[in-house]
């Protein structure tokens, strides 16, 4: 018969006429208790070793026991001060008596119960009389502490109660398993047994010549840490991204993608921002020195979008008290918002008329002329969404903002009643941070005003949010300096050891 | 977004509450002003969008509360009486035509009064007044003023030009006379300003009987200066736009009403060849005319989601300081706006007042019933393809910033701008940047991904990095004189690293996405010469690929060899 290494050995070691121990065999055997107790459980299944089941108690010291066998236990050390201060004739102040003994802190309390329970003496209001009849060499408690760190055992059921609840002993039921070779068992060994042989690596031979079937493979430590493989992964900014862009796409939204570089009729005349605005000058957005100018726009959009900001639109529209100029349209800077996408897309510039409904989305870069810091960059990614559709509302938009937001765990949406030039009535989302429970900000939104879509030629309403990706991810992954993850001066440590998104 | 300093003490009197400070700030946030904090003076902080500049000054806050509390309903506008001073307006410089002006009388100012008139005039000269470049105010002590008696026996100042170099006269916080180029050029206060008059020929002057006395909108002559004894102002407002400057005088002369003064007409006229569009026109101001709007029931209840009756539409007009008037034939209400409101440029304005007084946050969320088709962009789903591709062949993704120094785009990979080889191209570069670390968009990916293995030398190898990401450069051919492409660059950092590491993988990419690769020979300065190809991707040119030059490496401060490659994303379609 062809065994395993390890069953080869627990069989040779049990015996037939005693029950053993298995960690007794395992360590006549030199094998780890666990192996030994799988090999006979695998003996057990071929009839070849009767393994039993026997509880077993063990009592050890705790820290608290062990301490008062090197120290003495504190009713004793009460007891002899008490004796060297003369308290078997007259009573001697606690107070006294406790510095004579060292006590202090917890085991004061400890010491007088256990005084006067044990027959000591007595306490009364302060002062300390000692039992001179009282037997300290023999306490029983002591006794057993100094026979259980011996190995000995106790058999005083009471005794170990006492000081199990005193805290000073721990005890433990434990199930010990006992072998002894079956009749089979002592057959086989008879008969004789050998030990198959094992291998490690599985190789192509092994498997193609059919000699795998007479192996057995070695056992490996399949808990050890091995190795990592160098590996590659998706940044997380491009999974939060993804993630973000799968939620659009699954609420009906499609993608929008435009030029980076665009001319500020796109980014701002459009969106109703007078030129005079202060956000239009060159410290809040990158006007660029080369190129300067788009070479064309739609004329009559810009002609629109000129009416617009100078006359207003509609018969009680006032439009701005700003100048208007087409050079100024025509300067191109570094996108600010993805809404230059919104823009081109609504005119019908990018894709041909839209007709409602129509929903789109983009998550795309957008720049800022900011002071880099550990929550802000220069660039970074907008996510831009907006609907288009007939006879839309404030609960609309609500209902929409909360439906996305659910989806990454932000609850509790408050819409707080904001201002933006090309949105009325205009909305900032607070809601409640997943982890942390903190009211934070999350986006930006808004019914695009009169003064936006009739030039465009939009006849229904549109409502539309904004919000930056990395604000996103920093909310809902809690990274404290953005600048690690995204730009040249990311950490690849960090991207490399970072969860994934899911 | 516009700050202003509130003594909540004041606040209260100004409402008329006894309301406790959080109780305060609690009300105030529902109108959109939030607490940042405290002054060292212990006032509030408040913060809010710049459309309510109403707002500006404790006394507008006060108002808005009344309305808020039901304190106040409905329009209001203050009696003013009949004009008893005429600014004439005579040459000022054609750069800065318009003028109006009120006077309020009857004034007691304390220390506290008179920081908040300073405050308001500083805050509309931020946020309307442009920094004073479209409107600038000047507040004077009418006795300190002495107006000739002209045939109608009313009182004249005069708005016109001076020569900078000839006047005279004692500017606020100084003790000598200077002229207004001195004044520009050296006074501390006076040339914050000296912007603003630069390119004019004359500079803007406003004169009395005595002389000089304001220079806007610079600064006022130090004889009329306001102090806590004044009890009569004379306002004067400036600009490039008569709407901006009647309005922030507005804005002026109710929050001075709401301190008990009593605002007095002013007779604006001007000359018939003085510059801008009033030549010949007499203008009485301040001008507390409402407007109306028209606003349609059907378009508020549509704005707002909520069937609304024409009494609630009434009752939430006059909580937001309006009036309205429903005419049942036509479902629509005329709406009166007072003259202190410059944000209701529209009809839509007045249904957010109504959503606001209403309480946007009562309305009970809806989900829009419209259905839509829901994708991705094409290159989007492109771009996403080709990254998951890399990182399966073992790239660590990254992303890095479009912007970019030119020193780090050309120079250190050694290109020179206006080359023809990859990265070559010229750059879209950023007027006056901040810093030249970001001062052009990149022509290129692989200087980023060389910055990261420069920033990471201390992180374990290999470093197998690749990016996709956006590249730009000048050209002529397109609307917006740039292209802008989707550009994909791997580099291969390890001990071990060659050209047929970086080859091997830029081959299971092209078959990954059935495309053909070539890699005929060529040169490029970044790479080895001899070591260097171009990428070819179905016939057509789209990259480079190579072992990187080592005197790019020690330029990085890379110990190991780089094998690399980039080519145009739009060649693997």
């Not at chain 1, 037939?16 to 003996?43: C, H, S």
């Not at chain 1, 100024?328 to 409904?357: F, I």
């Not at chain 1, 939009?458 to 990274?479: C, H, K, P």
């Not at chain 2, 060292?40 to 710049?50: G, K, T």
Request: hydrophobic content about 35%; some cysteine.
């Amino acid at each position: 018969m062809q065994l395993p290494d390890a069953q080869v050995a627990v069989l040779r070691t049990a015996d037939a006429d005693t029950d053993r121990p298995i960690t007794e065999l395992a360590e006549e055997a030199g094998l780890k208790p666990e192996t030994a107790t799988g090999a006979a459980l695998a003996l057990e299944e071929e009839g070849l070793l009767a393994v039993s089941e026997q509880t077993e108690q063990t009592t050890t010291l705790t820290d608290e026991g062990r301490e008062y066998l090197e120290n003495g236990l504190p009713e004793l050390r009460l007891y002899e001060a008490a004796l060297d201060a003369g308290a078997d004739e007259d009573a001697v102040s606690l107070g006294q008596l406790l510095g004579d003994a060292g006590l202090d802190g917890p085991a004061v309390d400890i010491a007088l119960a256990n005084f006067a329970r044990k027959g000591y003496g007595a306490v009364d209001s302060g002062d300390v009389s000692a039992n001179p009849d009282a037997e300290p060499d023999n306490d029983a408690e002591l006794n057993a502490l100094e026979a259980l760190d011996a190995g000995e055992s106790v058999e005083d059921e009471n005794l170990l109660d006492q000081l199990e609840s005193r805290g000073l002993v721990d005890r433990q039921e434990s199930t010990i398993r006992l072998v002894s070779l079956s009749q089979d068992g002592v057959t086989a060994l008879m008969e004789g047994v050998e030990v198959a042989e094992t291998v490690g690596q599985v190789t192509p031979d092994l498997i193609t010549s059919g000699e795998w079937e007479d192996v057995e493979f070695a056992e490996y430590n399949v808990e050890a840490e091995a190795e990592e493989p160098s590996h590659g992964k998706e940044h997380i900014l491009r999974q939060t991204a993804n993630r973000v862009k799968d939620v659009l796409v699954g609420m009906g939204f499609q993608e929008m993608e435009g030029p980076h570089v665009d001319a500020q009729f796109w980014i701002n005349d459009c969106l109703f921002m007078p030129q005079d605005h202060p956000a239009r000058t060159h410290w809040d957005q990158f006007d660029l020195e080369s190129p300067d100018e788009i070479r064309e726009l739609p004329d009559e959009l810009v002609e629109r979008v000129r009416s617009a900001h100078l006359e207003g639109v509609g018969p009680d529209g006032e439009g701005y008290h700003s100048p208007w100029e087409e050079s100024v349209a025509k300067s191109l800077d570094l996108r600010g918002h993805t809404t230059s996408l919104s823009m081109r897309h609504l005119s019908g510039y990018a894709k041909g008329d839209l007709e409602p409904p129509e929903r789109y989305f983009s998550v795309e870069k957008v720049y800022r002329n900011d002071t880099l810091d550990p929550t802000h960059l220069l660039e970074f990614f907008q996510i831009e969404g907006w609907v288009l559709a007939e006879d839309l509302s404030a609960r609309d938009l609500m209902g929409t903002f909360t439906e996305f937001y659910e989806q990454f765990g932000i609850t509790d949406l408050d819409f707080k009643p904001h201002y933006n030039p090309y949105t009325e009535p205009s909305f900032e989302l607070f809601g409640t941070h997943p982890e942390t429970g903190e009211i934070v900000e999350v986006g930006n939104s808004g019914i695009f005003r009169a003064e936006v879509l009739e030039p465009l030629g939009v006849e229904a309403d549109v409502m539309a949010w904004g919000l930056s990706l990395e604000r996103l991810l920093m909310l809902m992954y809690g990274f404290e300096d953005i600048r690690d993850v995204h730009g040249t001066l990311c950490d690849l440590e960090l991207l490399r050891d970072v969860e994934v998104v899911y | 977004m516009p700050v202003v300093d509130v003594d909540p003490d004041e606040l209260r009197q100004l409402v008329g509450t006894d309301k406790d400070d959080d109780e305060l700030r609690e009300d105030m946030f529902a109108l959109g002003l939030e607490f940042e904090g405290w002054t060292e003076d212990d006032e509030f902080q408040l913060e809010f969008a710049p459309d309510r500049l109403d707002r500006l000054s404790v006394e507008g806050i006060a108002r808005s509360l009344r309305y808020q509390y039901g304190t106040d309903r409905g329009v209001y506008i203050p009696n003013t009486n009949t004009a008893e001073w005429t600014i004439e307006v005579d040459g000022p410089p054609a750069e800065r035509p318009y003028v109006t002006g009120a006077v309020v009388r009857g004034l007691e100012f304390d220390e506290r009064s008179l920081e908040s008139l300073i405050q308001i005039q500083e805050k509309l000269h931020a946020t309307m007044g442009r920094q004073r470049a479209k409107g600038a105010i000047g507040v004077h002590d009418l006795v300190a003023l002495k107006g000739t008696a002209g045939t109608g026996g009313e009182k004249t100042i005069r708005y016109t030009s001076m020569d900078p170099d000839e006047e005279r006269f004692v500017p606020l916080e100084s003790e000598d006379g200077m002229t207004p180029r001195e004044v520009t050029e050296s006074h501390h206060m006076g040339s914050q300003y000296a912007d603003l008059v630069a390119d004019f020929e004359e500079y803007p002057a406003i004169y009395d009987d005595i002389g000089l006395f304001s220079f806007p909108p610079v600064i006022n002559g130090r004889r009329t200066e306001v102090s806590e004894d004044s009890r009569d102002l004379l306002i004067e407002m400036t600009g490039t736009d008569q709407w901006t400057v009647d309005h922030m005088c507005n804005i002026v002369c109710y929050a001075l009403s709401a301190r008990g003064g009593t605002v007095e007409r002013v007779t604006v006229d001007y000359t018939e060849d003085t510059p801008g569009e009033y030549a010949g026109q007499t203008l009485d101001r301040p001008d507390f005319s409402v407007k109306t709007k028209t606003v349609a029931h059907e378009r508020i209840e549509s704005i707002i989601g909520v069937e609304f009756d024409s009494g609630t539409v009434l009752d939430s007009l006059e909580r937001a300081g309006l009036d309205g008037e429903f005419d049942e034939d036509a479902e629509t209400y005329e709406v009166e706006i007072p003259p202190y409101r410059v944000d209701v440029i529209h009809p839509l304005d007045v249904i957010d007042d109504i959503g606001r007084a209403y309480g946007f946050n009562n309305l009970e969320p809806t989900y829009p019933d419209v259905s839509t088709v829901g994708g991705r962009h094409e290159r989007s789903r492109l771009e996403d393809a080709t990254r998951d591709t890399l990182v399966g062949l073992g790239f660590e993704d990254l992303l890095n910033f479009h912007m970019i120094s030119t020193e780090e785009n050309y120079d250190r990979l050694g290109v020179e701008a206006g080359t023809d080889v990859l990265g070559g191209g010229d750059p879209v570069t950023i007027r006056e940047p901040y810093s030249e670390a970001y001062e052009i968009l990149r022509t290129w990916a692989l200087p980023s991904l060389l910055l990261v293995l420069e920033n990471n030398t201390h992180r374990e190898y290999p470093q197998h990095l690749s990016e996709i990401g956006l590249a730009a450069q000048l050209d002529e051919g397109e609307n917006t004189g740039v292209t802008e492409h989707q550009t994909v660059a791997g580099v291969l950092a390890d001990t071990e690293a060659s050209y047929e590491d970086a080859r091997g993988r830029l081959q299971a990419l092209a078959q990954a996405f059935d495309v053909e690769l070539a890699t005929p020979p060529t040169e490029h300065p970044t790479f080895i010469s001899g070591r260097t190809a171009e990428v070819v991707l179905d016939g057509e040119s789209a990259g480079v690929i190579g072992e990187v030059h080592p005197k790019v490496l020690v330029e990085h401060d890379l110990e190991l060899p780089v094998a690399a490659f980039e080519f145009e994303l739009d060649a693997l379609q």
